[in-house]
Nanobody, 121 residues
Framework: QVQLVESGGGLVQPGGSLRLSCTAS????????MGWYRQAPGKQRELVAS???????NYADSVKGRFTISRDNAKKTVYLQMNSLKPEDTDVYYC???????????????WGQGTQVTVSS
C-alpha cells in the first residue's frame, strides 16, 4: 500500500510561519506531481501549491509570495513553507500525490490524512 503522512500543522498567530511536511511510503515506482491542498468545512478541496517531479511550481493566487513548495525526490517528501500567515489560511491541509506503484501501472492520486492549520491571535 501507499501512504502519505503529513506533519507540521498547528496554531500560529497572524503573521507567523509554519512548515508542513509530507512523506510518501510503500510500494512506489515513481511519483509525478506532489502538492498541497486545503479544505474548509462544507467547501471543495482547493489547490494551494503543486510541484511536478521535473520541477516548476504552481500556486494559488491567494498564497503567491507567502508560501513556498519544495520537494526532496530522494526522500519522497514534499514541503510547504508558509509565511505571513493570515486567519483566512485556516483550514485542513492535505498532501496529494500522483503515484505509480509499478512500471506497468498508471498513476493514481493518493491523499494524506490532513493536518489542521489554525491562524488566530
Amino acid at each position: 500500500q501507499v501512504q502519505l503522512v503529513e506533519s507540521g500543522g498547528g496554531l500560529v498567530q497572524p503573521g507567523g510561519s509554519l512548515r508542513l511536511s509530507c512523506t510518501a511510503s510503500g510500494r512506489i515506482f515513481s511519483i509525478n506531481v506532489m502538492g498541497w491542498y486545503r479544505q474548509a468545512p462544507g467547501k471543495q478541496r482547493e489547490l494551494v501549491a503543486s510541484m511536478p517531479s521535473a520541477g516548476g511550481t504552481n500556486y494559488a493566487d491567494s498564497v503567491k509570495g507567502r508560501f513556498t513548495i519544495s520537494r526532496d525526490n530522494a526522500k519522497k517528501t514534499v514541503y510547504l513553507q508558509m509565511n505571513s500567515l493570515k486567519p483566512e489560511d485556516t483550514d485542513v491541509y492535505y498532501c496529494g500525490a500522483n503515484i505509480a506503484r509499478t512500471y506497468w501501472s498508471g498513476s493514481s492520486r493518493y491523499w494524506g490524512q490532513g493536518t489542521q492549520v489554525t491562524v488566530s491571535s
